[in-house]
């Protein structure tokens, strides 16, 4: 590489709906092919289950659910993005898990007010290149399990 | 240096060290004339300090060196073992303890250790002045080697045999360098020709050159003078070699009998400390530590290579191909074997958790001023790693609560016609997939009617119920939240906060108590835990088209009744299961499953209880029995409403673990 390596991050780029997200490498831990989920009761709705990832429970989010309480459609290109925060591995579900990029820092531009169907509060950046728009995901802030536990707290 | 890589090991280690010095301690308490036990806590103390001065930790290595000097001592005969001098020991332990405890935690092991260095200090220095006066009394054979009466008989037998006795003065040339290094040539050179009857100084003060340029061997040897100085000149660096015939009357003539006794305990518990090193060393096994995480790595897996065994099963009986179907019949029995080998050794002596009671009981029943014997039964009994650390704290509150609660004064015991000592039995064992832990003391025992009394006037239970209750029943009371017998309440235990949660921890980790008891003549706690914790015996039930793992530990039976037999009261589904009403928990609400059966005329239910109290869970059909390998939902979804983990079934589904206690209300 010629490039500085602190002005660009290695992003791993998805498909939601119409929309293209990245999400840094070093935060994803494997792609896989839609598997059998188990259904968790009494977790929040996003929440889809969890999976035998090589032996490991790995609880499931649907992030379409997440983002526009639209359920995720099964096709050939569905991919589980398994994804590492704060130690914990969460496999995210999206349509299709389709690039690898480089993006520079400087193309990086923090989220405009509207931006699709995501709300401001789970993406870091926008990304231009090119043509393309990329959404940059802040994954704690997807991930964030605060939902999650206000509803055990419901059923408790 | 950078010592940060050997600072695990050096924690590790020292904790070893400190255990080991702790229990020699008590041993030595037990007997305090043997000296050979002081040698090894000697020997522990040693190592310690060596290790910490090599990482840097001054304070620790300070004050093991002034308990290596009182241990000294002590081995020289210079002070007295007793318990003053052993609790000043034990507070010394307590600090060094606390020391390598704040390193582990990230600390420099920096503390104030001030006071019992002084006392330490106070201890040896009784014993160097009684050095001094013996020095004096005895300066005037200080020269010649000391006999006792071991090396006294070999050499009368040597001159009986006809072999010459010699004592060989060696004097080293004043600018060698390794003097431990000539010194063993020396010794090499005279064990081919004969034997090292006694060395002076010893051979230990030799090997850590703590001698000017010369030392004496009485040596026993069918050569003679010259051929011994010979010898011994060929080595270089040699100054000079003398040789004389060795006479034992000579030795006789001026020689201490005191002195004799001190030489002669010295030489001896040398000899055994040599020896134990020895075996020590031989018996030891060869072991490295691995993270508990890699293990379960290894664990995670292997089971996947169970799933795919099942599938290549699978397709070989489809085929029915005979070499595939040998092949995987083999590769079936070696996964076996495998996952018994990767099972072991997760599993650890509980020794780790039995070690620290000795030293616990001692300090307690010196606090309380009770005579307690403590016997431990089974330490080699093995348990999962995962509960061995959960199972410390509930054994300490219920020895605490023998020893306190149980155990009498001996003033109240020799009024009831027993020993003054009382006794606690500490004990494991195997047992099926269970390990068995009991404690049992031969106290007051408990009273039915003082615990009774204790309940009612705590609201725990209602008069009429109390009358009801089995005598094991009211023990069980003690175990209740909020309940304390003690009359006075005490430091040690009488918080009225501890059994219940004893009880809790044991419950969590899938096991349970019980307590018997006599009154007068003493308790019995039995503590039943499972083997290990990652495999649990499960009853799989399908909910509408979902799999769940029911605990086969919390499962009474399985029934299967008509819809015509449920009956309601207070709004509640229920049935008349043996005489007894059991209320229906309908799992597909709970758990909010997507209905995709139709109604059945009957209901399929699994009895489960909690303590007394009973549910029958309502499923659409059973699977089967089967053991699985437990595993967490992960932090993620941790906490889950009446769900305890989750499993791995054959087909590589996972299937959710219910948690039938938080279900049965």
């Given amino acids: ?156 | 240096m950078d010592t940060n890589q050997y600072l695990e090991i050096f924690i590790d280690e020292s904790n070893e060290h400190l255990q080991s010095i702790n229990d020699q301690l008590l041993e030595l308490e037990k007997n305090p004339n043997d000296l050979a036990i002081v040698g090894e806590i000697f020997r522990s103390a040693h190592t310690l300090k060596g290790m910490s001065a090599t990482m840097g930790y001054q304070d620790l290595s300070n004050l093991t060196h002034k308990m290596e000097n009182v241990l000294d001592g002590v081995r020289n005969d210079q002070i007295q073992v007793d318990s003053d001098m052993l609790d000043i020991v034990f507070d010394s332990v307590d600090d060094l303890e606390a020391m390598v405890l704040d390193i582990s935690k990230g600390g420099n092991g920096a503390r104030d250790v001030s006071r019992v260095v002084d006392l330490l200090q106070a201890v040896e220095l009784g014993h160097v002045l009684k050095d001094r006066e013996e020095q004096e009394d005895h300066s005037g054979n200080s020269d010649d080697i000391q006999l006792d009466e071991f090396t006294r008989a070999v050499l009368e037998q040597s001159a009986e045999q006809g072999l010459n006795n010699f004592q060989v003065e060696v004097y080293l040339n004043e600018d060698c360098l390794l003097k431990a290094a000539r010194v063993y040539m020396v010794f090499d050179v005279l064990e081919q020709i004969g034997e090292v009857v006694k060395s002076q100084p010893s051979a230990e003060t030799l090997e850590n050159e703590e001698f000017d340029h010369s030392f004496k061997v009485l040596f026993v040897t069918e050569e003679d003078e010259e051929e011994i100085a010979g010898r011994i000149n060929k080595i270089s660096e040699i100054k000079q070699v003398k040789v004389s015939t060795y006479s034992i009357d000579k030795d006789e003539s001026h020689s201490e009998p005191e002195i004799e006794q001190k030489q002669n305990i010295n030489e001896d518990e040398k000899q055994e400390i040599a020896d134990k090193g020895y075996k020590g060393k031989q018996t030891a096994n060869k072991t490295i530590r691995v993270n508990i995480d890699r293990l379960d790595v290894l664990m995670n897996l292997f089971e996947e290579l169970v799933i795919d065994r099942g599938r290549l099963e699978q397709i070989a009986a489809e085929i029915n191909h005979l070499e595939l179907n040998d092949t995987v019949e083999r590769m079936t029995r070696v996964s076996g074997d495998l996952q018994n080998i990767i099972l072991n050794m997760r599993m650890v002596p509980i020794e780790q958790v039995f070690n620290r009671f000795p030293r616990m009981v001692r300090q307690l029943s010196k606090d309380l001023n009770k005579n307690i014997d403590l016997r431990i039964i089974g330490e080699e009994t093995e348990l999962d790693r995962t509960v061995i650390d959960e199972i410390g704290d509930p054994l300490v509150h219920l020895i605490r609560n023998a020893i306190d609660h149980g155990i009498e004064r001996p003033e109240e015991r020799l009024a009831r016609g027993k020993e003054a000592k009382g006794n606690i039995e500490l004990r494991a064992y195997h047992n099926g997939n269970h390990v068995f832990i009991e404690i049992v003391d031969d106290g007051a025992g408990i009273d039915r009617e003082k615990v009774l009394g204790k309940a009612l006037s705590n609201q725990v239970v209602t008069r009429e119920q109390a009358e009801k209750l089995t005598d094991k029943e009211v023990y069980e009371l003690i175990m209740a939240s909020g309940f304390s017998t003690a009359d006075i309440i005490s430091d040690v235990s009488g918080r009225g906060v501890g059994l219940d949660v004893v009880k809790n921890t044991i419950e969590s980790l899938g096991g349970n108590i019980a307590i018997d008891s006599e009154l007068g003549k003493g308790s019995m706690f039995s503590i039943q835990l499972p083997l290990t914790l990652s495999i649990i015996s499960v009853m799989l039930v399908e909910i509408q088209k979902e799999k769940y793992a029911i605990p086969l530990s919390s499962i009474i039976e399985t029934a299967i009744v008509k819809k015509e037999e449920i009956l309601r009261a207070h709004n509640k589904e229920v049935i008349d299961f043996r005489g007894k009403l059991v209320p229906l928990v309908f799992l597909k609400d709970i758990f909010n499953v997507p209905l995709e059966l139709e109604d059945r005329d009957y209901y399929s239910l699994v009895i489960a209880r909690k303590g007394d109290k009973m549910a029958g869970f309502v499923v659409d059909s059973f699977i089967g029995q089967q053991e699985v390998v437990l595993k967490s939902l992960g932090g993620y979804l941790s906490g889950v409403f009446a769900i305890s983990g989750a499993t791995i079934l054959g087909d590589g589904q996972v299937a959710l673990i219910l948690d039938s206690n938080a279900l049965i209300k």
Avoid: C
Avoid at chain 1, 55 to 70: A, E, N
Avoid at chain 1, 81 to 105: K, P, Q, R, Y
């Fill in chain 1, 1 to 156: 590489m010629t490039q500085e390596p602190d002005k660009t991050i290695k992003v791993i780029v998805f498909q939601l709906e119409n929309e293209e997200y990245a999400i840094p490498v070093h935060q994803v831990g494997s792609i896989e092919r839609i598997m059998p989920i188990t259904r968790v009761p009494g977790t929040a709705e996003f929440v889809e289950g969890v999976i035998n990832l090589r032996g490991v429970v790995t609880p499931i989010l649907d992030l379409r659910k997440r983002f526009s309480q639209k359920n995720y459609e099964m096709e050939e290109s569905t991919r589980i993005i398994i994804t590492i925060i704060d130690e914990m591995d969460v496999g995210l579900i999206v349509d299709s898990a389709n690039d690898v990029l480089d993006i520079e820092e400087e193309s990086i531009e923090p989220p405009p007010q509207v931006i699709g169907a995501v709300e401001d509060e789970y993406v870091s950046g926008v990304a231009k290149l090119d043509k393309r728009l990329l959404i940059l995901l802040n994954l704690s802030r997807v991930l964030s399990s605060s939902e999650v536990r206000e509803l055990y707290d419901m059923e408790g």
